[in-house]
């Protein structure tokens, strides 16, 4: 496994629309633990595959209750919303107040392939809207508001 390095804002990657996973493979599972290592290293809760120069729909989430590794993730429902401080890996120092729903849930594969369902709320909810966004060239600076905007 190895620590791979984060694109930052302006990065013209970041703005493009990630690829479709068509095959699970060993180098999508070494793709997969090295974003874990790097968002761990970088002290995130959340890493797109776009942020390390990949464009594939690939995201690693761990808000603390354990990794969560998601391959071609749709968001399927949105229930409620709630608007709090967003930062990013790719931005770092940067953060702004953004309006999130307070419940997804989402529909993927796993590493091994298998399709599943992942609910979330608060800042799992959060984390998986905001991976997602990245896969499609969207960043939180793009939906930031003000708190009177709610």
Known sequence: MALREIRK????????????VEKIDDRLQVLLDDMLDTMYDSDGVGLAAPQVG?????????????????????IIEEEGFYIDEEGCLS????AGNVKRPYKVKVKALDREGNEIIVEGEELMARALCHEIDHLNGVLFVDKIIERNEE
Do not use: A, M
């Open 91 to 94: 931005l770092p120092g940067e």
């Open 54 to 74: 990949i464009l594939k729909r690939v995201i690693v989430i761990d808000i603390g209750e354990g990794p969560v590794f998601l391959i071609n993730p749709e």
């Open 9 to 20: 804002y302006g990065d013209e990657v970041l703005r493009k629309k990630s690829r479709k």
